[in-house]
């Protein structure tokens, strides 16, 4: 017969087996009703533990589900409010175009920016009116912003405009004070030039430009820019004067062909 060496006991490695033989000798010596009850407590006691853990994990989760939902709100919420501040922006571009347009003594067209040419400066645009409207060739574009060029070619629904910013485009103007008429062409950048002004004319910085109605394609008076500087020549004979243009050529949307000068 073997019997424990001196010393097993004190190896912590037999110490959860003696703990073990001791709770389990002991359990057997108590009541059934009472060895249910303990072993009923320390099974809760050691589930306890993994139960709260599942429990956090659900709402961990729950918060994980509610916090896509809400993101989910907010993208469409975005997108509605993106399209609130577009129809904003809308209105208070018709409501312009629709005042200048009771303003003036001329036979509009109204038409929409569909496209415009690649690059800057930008040269040309294609509206979305043509020969359907009664749209040509050689028809002034407008704004509420000012010139925006001419009409160069006409299909059925669709129209090409030649902008100011194109260097072939070329428009008779004056300056409103002092009367001073010259031919606008593009001078690079964002602006406008009328080269070779007498120096004897009166021109300011501040001074509106106008179409002068001479040429047979622009009425008279229509604004197109402001002058921002004037220079003097070599010679002292002549100025060149720099305009800023009224329009926005960027941010064309909404403009006007003019079919007549006359009203409806």
């Known amino acids: 017969m073997h019997y424990p060496r001196k010393g097993t006991f004190k190896n912590p490695h037999f110490t959860p087996l003696i703990v073990v033989t001791v709770i389990s000798s002991a ?7 009472f060895r ?6 320390g099974t809760l006691s050691l589930l306890y533990p993994f139960s709260e853990l599942d429990k956090f994990l659900r709402r961990v989760d729950s918060t ?5 939902q809400l993101n989910r709100k907010l993208d469409s919420l975005a997108v509605q409010v993106s399209f609130l501040i577009e129809d904003k922006y809308e209105n208070q571009r018709l409501r312009a175009m629709l005042d200048f347009r009771e303003r003036t003594p001329l036979s509009l067209i109204p038409s929409r920016a569909i496209a415009i040419s690649f690059g800057y400066p930008y ?3 294609l509206i979305d009116v043509g020969y359907e409207k009664h749209v040509g060739p050689n028809m002034p574009v407008i704004c509420h912003g000012g010139v925006i060029g001419k009409t160069i070619a006409a299909g059925w629904r669709s129209s090409t405009v030649q902008l100011l910013f194109d260097p072939a485009c070329k428009i008779a103007v004056r300056i409103q004070a002092s009367r001073a008429q010259g031919i ?6 964002n602006f406008l030039t009328l080269r070779d002004v007498p120096i004897e004319e009166s021109v300011l910085v501040g001074d509106s430009v106008v179409t002068s109605g001479l040429g047979g394609i622009f009425p008279e008076g229509l ?3 402001t002058v921002i500087r004037t220079e ?3 010679g002292g004979m002549f100025l060149d004067i720099w305009i800023m243009p009224g329009v926005d050529f960027a941010a064309l949307e909404e403009v006007f062909v003019i079919s007549s000068t006359m009203p409806e």
């Open 123 to 125: 040269k040309s645009m």
């Open 184 to 189: 606008l062409s593009y001078a690079g950048g």
């Open 36 to 41: 249910t009850t303990v072993s009923r407590v």
């Open 232 to 234: 003097e020549k070599e």
């Open 64 to 68: 994980f589900e509610v916090n896509r």
């Open 223 to 225: 604004f197109v820019g």
């Open 27 to 33: 359990m057997i010596t108590l009541p059934v009703d």
